[in-house]
């Protein structure tokens, strides 16, 4: 384990931000292609799936391979998940759509889970509840892409950015209460 430095903070919460809001950001980037049957479908998705990755580059350092590892996957299968949703939406497909709904979140109880468990600064209620927020928003996001409801679409988009910088903050700054130079 690594112990951080004042200097570090900043690094730190920038590292989050960036790390979240490439999250959000390449997920639009995938809805908006997916509906609109962009040509770009493959780059977009293979670059939304490297954001797992860099989550794990970030976490190795604090927490060690193996959790990074499991962090990784666990955000793998949430994009996964995700992806396949938005695709039933698209699809019409309810029964599809409601069964990945429960995987999705039951994805979201484990993630919120699993970082309560590594981090004693973050709570498995207030990253529980985080994680549905994001996932109501992103599907509500996809839903008014689907319906063509573009400034609803580019609203909800907002929240969901703001939401994803509160993420980044929680975060970082447990990292930080966890990891401070001088314990």
């Not at 609109?36 to 490297?50: A, F, I, M, N």
């Not at 190795?60 to 998940?81: P, S, V």
């Not at 990945?100 to 994805?107: C, G, I, S, V």
Request: charged share 30%; with cysteine.
């Amino acid at each position: 384990m690594r112990k951080l430095c004042a200097e570090n903070r900043q690094e730190i919460v920038n590292k989050m931000r960036k790390l979240w809001s490439q999250h959000v950001y390449w997920t639009r980037f995938f809805i908006i292609s997916t509906v609109e049957e962009l040509k770009d479908l493959k780059y977009v998705t293979d670059r939304l799936l490297e954001n797992p990755g860099d989550f794990g580059k970030a976490l190795k350092a604090f927490y060690g391979a193996r959790k990074a590892e499991k962090f990784k996957q666990l955000l793998t299968d949430h994009l996964k998940i995700g992806g396949g949703l938005v695709n039933a939406d698209k699809d019409m497909n309810t029964a599809k759509a409601d069964e990945l709904r429960k995987e999705w979140y039951a994805n979201a109880d484990d993630i919120a889970e699993f970082l309560a468990e590594i981090n004693p600064n973050w709570n498995e209620l207030k990253w529980r509840n985080m994680m549905y927020s994001h996932l109501s928003m992103t599907e509500k996001e996809a839903g008014l892409r689907l319906k063509k409801e573009y400034p609803k679409d580019i609203e909800i988009f907002g929240s969901i950015e703001n939401e994803a910088l509160e993420m980044a903050d929680y975060m970082a700054n447990g990292i930080i209460r966890q990891f401070l130079c001088g314990r």
